[in-house]
């Protein structure tokens, strides 16, 4: 799918999963859990070479609009994880977990994205530690927001990988050790429907949710299941709506 498809149902998926949860938690993690998951939309294109939006400052679909972080992570993540990442990986299984067609591989997959939230949240946890010995900035050192940050990366990754399950190229779920992949029979370049459509389920699923917790409708001892579930459930009818799984193509 495009860049603006990702980033669009990504952190729609998050107000989903905040909207219920804004009120309990303080401002700054919403803030860094959006954050995340914005980069984690963009981030599993890492290995599409550099036309991939997670290297320019342009946000897709923004008209026009910039985001100075975006290639400061898109490299750093290309570098210092993708990289080595890639290495090992090619090193233990050989080539045969280059990709046949497109450039779906490593970060397009569970094991892929894991490995690269991880890495990513220990450089950042080791960028803060020695920020924390300047002064004033104490507050770096072991803060709990890198790891809500990696955390939101993670879940922002995911979701892009559901968001390439839906369209005809799919996603290779058991990679490296086995490259069938799982799709449905949403056209991934932007013609299709069916993303918008769902995207305004998004917001107006977690304006409603908004709003009957601060009215009262939804209390705080079931705002945590709401955070979880109702995304859940909500993309589980999507899949179903992008007709996944469809059948296999011959270069599988």
């Known amino acids: 799918m495009k860049g603006s498809t990702h980033i669009l149902l990504s952190v729609l998926t998050g107000l989903v999963i ?41 946000i897709p679909g923004a008209k026009g609009r910039r985001f100075f972080l975006t290639p400061v992570i898109g490299y750093f993540l ?28 490593l970060p397009h997959s569970p094991i892929g994205i894991i490995c690269m939230s991880v890495l990513l949240t220990l450089w950042l946890w080791i960028f803060c530690y020695a920020l924390s010995y300047i002064p ?18 993670l879940i922002g990754c995911f979701l892009h990988l559901l968001e390439d399950t839906c369209d005809n190229s799919g996603i290779h779920y058991l990679y490296p050790f086995r490259f069938r992949r799982v799709r449905g029979t949403v ?31 939804i209390s705080a001892e079931y705002a945590k299941w709401t955070a979880f579930l109702l995304p859940a459930a909500l993309w589980i009818v999507f899949l179903k709506i992008s007709g996944v799984p469809a059948k296999k193509v011959a270069w599988e």
């Open 78 to 105: 290309y570098i210092f994880c993708y990289k080595p990442l890639s290495v090992i990986f090619l090193g233990i299984f050989g080539r045969k977990i280059l990709p046949k067609q497109g450039h779906r591989e």
């Open 18 to 58: 905040l909207a219920p949860i804004a009120g309990l938690i303080h401002w700054s993690w919403s803030v860094i859990i959006l954050l995340g998951i914005f980069f984690g939309s963009l981030a599993p294109d890492v290995d599409k070479g550099r036309d991939s939006a997670i290297f320019h400052s342009s």
């Open 136 to 153: 004033y900035l104490e507050f770096l050192r072991n803060n709990t927001l890198i790891w809500v940050f990696g955390a939101a990366f």
């Open 187 to 217: 056209v991934g370049d932007g013609s299709d429907v069916r993303p918008k459509m769902f995207a305004v389920v998004l917001l107006v699923v977690a304006v409603v949710v908004f709003i009957g917790f601060f009215t009262g409708s």
